[in-house]
T-cell receptor
Framework: DTGVSQDPRHKITKRGQNVTFRCDPI?????LYWYRQTLGQGPEFLTY????????KSRLLSDRFSAERPKGSFSTLEIQRTEQGDSAMYLC????????FGEGSRLTVL | AQSVTQLGSHVSVSEGALVLLRCNYS??????LFWYVQYPNQGLQLLLK??????LVKGINGFEAEFKKSETSFHLTKPSAHMSDAAEYFC????????????FGAGTRLTVKP
């Protein structure tokens, strides 16, 4: 499969727990983006990387959110001390021009 | 900052009827505009994009959109709806050619009745 891959597809956690999502982009794409999508809304930009450099992170929702792309390939998005309001779909996209989206990781915080 | 507004969160058409999904944008500089489609439990797929080359843009699956600067609109149309067109459609705007800081509308859910 040469598309954008996200893992896990679904995550159910209790409030206060930490969660981590992984995104494997299309291999030749140097840009990688994270978005959040809540019910009834369009994707909301969170952060993006060019290779391993995180070029925009001011739109991360709080300091509980962090993202890494250590070797310029896969990326992780971590949410610490989850809250019920964090329940959403977290989308990853990669780009060498056009954005290609993964199928998303759905988070449910109980 | 740039933004888009999609008029109508739900649109229902009969199979074979015209599809019209409305999008208005706001941008202080010439924008790049996009339409994406999202099927249930899937990621977003690009339908078409406007990058200032031509005001009428043709995309996949028979969709097209026309950029109208005077109306700040980028409405999506398809002459004849098919059952497989039922999905969520998102309009998006970017002011950067590399699509950074792309802003999405809230989406329009299209239902196609037999």
């Amino acid at each position: 499969d040469t598309g954008v891959s996200q893992d896990p597809r679904h995550k159910i956690t209790k409030r206060g727990q930490n969660v981590t999502f992984r995104c494997d982009p299309i291999s030749e794409h140097n840009r990688l983006y994270w978005y959040r999508q809540t019910l009834g809304q369009g994707p909301e930009f969170l952060t993006y990387f060019q290779n391993e450099a995180q070029l925009e992170k001011s739109r991360l929702l709080s300091d509980r959110f962090s993202a890494e792309r250590p070797k310029g390939s896969f990326s992780t998005l971590e949410i610490q001390r989850t809250e019920q309001g964090d329940s959403a779909m977290y989308l990853c996209a990669s780009s060498a021009g056009e954005l290609f989206f993964g199928e998303g990781s759905r988070l449910t915080v109980l | 900052a740039q933004s888009v507004t999609q008029l109508g969160s739900h649109v229902s058409v009969s199979e074979g009827a015209l599809v019209l999904l409305r999008c208005n944008y706001s941008s202080s500089v010439p924008p790049y505009l996009f339409w994406y489609v999202q099927y249930p439990n899937q990621g977003l797929q690009l339908l078409l994009k406007y990058t200032s080359a031509a005001t009428l843009v043709k995309g996949i699956n028979g969709f097209e959109a026309e950029f109208k600067k005077s109306e700040t609109s980028f409405h999506l149309t398809k002459p004849s709806a098919h059952m497989s067109d039922a999905a969520e459609y998102f309009c998006a705007v970017s002011v950067y050619i590399d699509n950074n800081d792309m802003r999405f509308g809230a989406g329009t859910r299209l239902t196609v009745k037999p």
